[in-house]
């Protein structure tokens, strides 16, 4: 039975894979294929992703959100060059990524226009670039727009009509990215300490050390808040470096209160959180019905 649904797709390659099997023979080159597709899939699953299915040396992968997609497809090429295994080898990959509706098979592949179109950008991208469609991207907030970098218009093989082509950048290349500070100590001023932040909802407690961490309504977040005002993907809190980064993505904001300075209001922004405060989603912190979560950055040893 298969079904339709709008979903973010994206295929990740190896650049020259067949390079590494004249150098370290089948085995050995296997073997190492098998870690980076294993890298690649784990940051997908990181984010909520399903991986649909591996093909030689390149991995398949849908997302239901848009926005965590994005987030997570531009953190493929400094996953492979940061793991311990890989990234003594010089390994490289491109990335294609498209949303839009496809038709949902019961086993998790996938067929459609937006899959083609990601398979055929992927052969389109260079090495280290991640490539997206200038229409993928228009329902995202504003500032993702610092993260991005227009490449023009192309004819992308299979389609009759030019593509217009922006390019998806990491952390390194985004560093660019405007954010709303609040007034504490930046983390240029502080001693590099280790810190993870500990967010506290309902009597539970989650504990954000590297990889993000989703906040919203819908059953996949990872806090979720039963809300009408709450958006189903609502926040994200990721780490960026020696801080936390939270950004807002949703429909009617979240208010921060960080120790006792001013409340603000973010609204498809993002806010460098640290010290202690409290969180409401799409509601005032002091409104009668807001549900509070309440953060922590703390060192660790």
């Known amino acids: 039975m298969s079904r339709t649904a709008e979903l973010a797709i994206c295929f990740a390659d ?4 067949t390079a590494l099997f004249e150098e370290y023979g089948d085995d050995k080159a296997r073997e190492i294929v098998g870690r980076v597709l294993d890298v690649i899939s784990d940051v997908v699953r990181e ?14 992968g849908t997302f239901p959100e848009l926005i965590a997609a994005t987030s997570a497809v531009t953190k493929f090429p400094q996953a492979v060059r940061t793991d311990e295994r890989t990234a003594p080898l010089g390994i490289e990959i491109r990335v294609g990524m498209c949303y839009g509706s496809v038709v949902q098979e019961d086993d998790g592949d996938v067929y459609g226009d937006a899959v083609n179109t990601a398979s055929r950008l992927v052969d389109w991208a260079r090495a280290a670039q991640v490539v997206t469609t200038a229409t993928t991207l228009e329902p995202l907030p504003d500032f993702f727009e610092s993260r991005t ?15 217009e082509i922006v390019e998806l950048l990491g952390e390194q ?19 590099q300490t280790r810190t993870v932040l500990a967010l506290k909802y309902g009597g539970e407690t989650v504990t954000v050390e ?20 709450v958006s189903r993907t609502h926040a994200v ?29 973010l ?26 979560l309440t953060f922590e950055c703390k060192a660790t040893s």
Request: hydrophobic content about 30%.
């Open 47 to 60: 984010y909520n992703g399903t991986v649909v299915k591996t093909i030689g040396d390149e991995v398949m």
């Open 173 to 191: 290349s985004g560093s660019n990215l405007t954010v709303v500070e609040s007034g504490g100590p930046q983390p240029a001023q502080q001693e």
């Open 14 to 17: 190896i650049c020259d894979s």
């Open 237 to 265: 809190i990721e780490r960026q470096r020696d801080s936390f980064m939270l950004t807002d993505s949703s429909t009617n904001g979240t208010y921060v209160q960080i120790g006792d300075e001013e409340v603000m209001f």
């Open 149 to 163: 970098r227009n490449l023009g218009e192309t004819t992308l093989r299979g389609k009759e009509e030019t593509v």
């Open 267 to 292: 609204h498809r922004e993002q806010l460098r959180l640290h010290g202690e405060g409290h969180l409401s989603l799409g509601r005032h912190v002091d409104a009668d019905e807001a549900q509070l």
């Open 210 to 229: 590297d990889g993000p961490l989703m906040i919203g309504r819908g059953s996949k977040s990872d806090l979720q808040v039963a809300d009408s005002r």
